[in-house]
């Protein structure tokens, strides 16, 4: 039960609770209790608005693969901290493989991520290399994670 709930809340999150409990076969307060609870054990860990990035004229969508000189705790909590930091940056992810990280940036303008490679990515103390690939359009976007019902 606790996983149709998370079905339907993934593909809306301002359903109300009526709502989530007619279409998961539950009546309103044990759907309520169920939602509090997946709420407080952290499997529902916020409620946001999805955004479309063309409506705000954030058109360019670059996957950045990073290297740092070191990959010792020092560096990697510095490099960690520095990209929290950066709005530009959407995800980003330690990786296994050639590169240590890989960040995907949503920017306005080719001008814009260039301002974002010069001025903040490669200015983060123990960054060595820096390859860049721009999506030309977007295949799959999902935000549901695959819960098996």
Not at 6 to 11: D, G, V, Y
Not at 38 to 67: C, H, M, N, T, W
């Amino acid at each position: 039960m606790d996983r149709r709930i998370l079905i339907e809340l993934q593909a809306n999150g301002r359903a109300t609770n009526h709502e989530i409990s007619e279409r998961v076969g539950l009546s309103p307060s044990p759907c309520l209790r169920r939602i509090k609870a997946l709420e407080k054990q952290g499997a529902i860990q916020r409620y946001v608005a999805l955004v479309d990035p063309e409506v705000l004229g954030l058109s360019v969508s670059a996957f950045v693969r990073v290297r740092l000189s070191g990959q010792d705790d020092r560096h990697l909590a510095e490099f960690e901290n520095a990209v929290a930091e950066f709005p530009e940056v959407m995800e980003c992810y330690l990786m296994s493989g050639e590169a240590d990280y890989q960040l995907r940036v949503l920017v306005s303008s080719l001008g814009n991520f260039e301002d974002f490679l010069r001025h903040k990515l490669t200015r983060i103390s123990g960054v060595s290399q820096v390859t860049s690939s721009f999506a030309l359009r977007p295949i799959v976007y999902r935000t549901a994670l695959p819960i098996a019902s």
